[in-house]
T-cell receptor, first 113, second 114 residues
Framework: KAGVTQTPRYLIKTRGQQVTLSCSPI?????VSWYQQTPGQGLQFLFE???????NKGNFPGRFSGRQFSNSRSEMNVSTLELGDSALYLC????????????FGQGTRLTVV | AQSVAQPEDQVNVAEGNPLTVKCTYS??????LFWYVQYPNRGLQFLLK??????LVKGSYGFEAEFNKSQTSFHLKKPSALVSDSALYFC????????????FGQGTTLQVKP
């Protein structure tokens, strides 16, 4: 069974640009969550999508957005990049019930210069 | 609101010795608790979970965790540490029963010395 796939693995962008990250969940999983990981803030929840609908949103500015497609694949978009957006972005998929674990992708390392 | 605390930034142990990585939680209702491990430049790997039942939960790679409701703790343990166990460990709690959202502790770096 294939795991969670995130593309690309690495990105370098310039301040002010926008970026789109992609996540393909494990087959059968309909819940996809996104997290930002930085040395200073640790792992912070961005948002969760389930059945193409955003179900939860973390405390991030509106520059961060996402969507989910009918095949459960998800994308997140960051517009008007800032230096502070440099981070490892992790995608997790699960069955969404509380007693099931989430499986994480390898992450996308975004560097903003 | 749910929260998780890992009181130690780093834990150092000698290879072959037992290890403990501490985690305490605060939830309203029954907790769904998880441990994950992260190796450099990698995503998080699931180790084990507590949902209900036995307080001692066994997981991957010889790890286990002890759930203690009165102390609101969920410490990760291993009887004999390996150098290859050196990594960053995260404790997490599921916020609600019908959500995919996880709340993570700040992480504990485990260093196992030969």
């Amino acid at each position: 069974k294939a795991g969670v796939t995130q593309t690309p693995r690495y990105l370098i962008k310039t301040r002010g640009q926008q970026v789109t990250l992609s996540c393909s969940p494990i087959s059968g999983h309909r819940s996809v969550s996104w997290y930002q990981q930085t040395p200073g803030q640790g792992l912070q929840f961005l948002f969760e999508y389930f059945s193409e609908t955003q179900r939860n949103k973390g405390n991030f500015p509106g520059r961060f957005s996402g969507r989910q497609f009918s095949n459960s694949r998800s994308e997140m978009n960051v517009s008007t990049l800032e230096l502070g957006d440099s981070a490892l972005y992790l995608c997790a998929s699960s069955f969404r019930q509380g007693n099931t674990e989430a499986f994480f992708g390898q992450g996308t390392r975004l560097t903003v210069v | 609101a749910q929260s998780v605390a890992q009181p130690e930034d780093q834990v150092n142990v000698a290879e072959g010795n037992p290890l403990t990585v501490k985690c305490t939680y605060s939830v309203s209702g029954n907790p769904y608790l998880f441990w994950y491990v992260q190796y450099p430049n990698r995503g998080l790997q699931f180790l084990l979970k507590y949902i209900t039942g036995d307080n001692l939960v066994k997981g991957s790679y010889g790890f286990e965790a002890e759930f203690n409701k009165s102390q609101t703790s969920f410490h990760l343990k291993k009887p004999s540490a390996l150098v290859s166990d050196s990594a960053l460990y995260f404790c997490a709690v599921r916020e609600l029963s019908n959500t995919g959202k996880l709340i993570f502790g700040q992480g504990t770096t485990l260093q196992v010395k030969p």
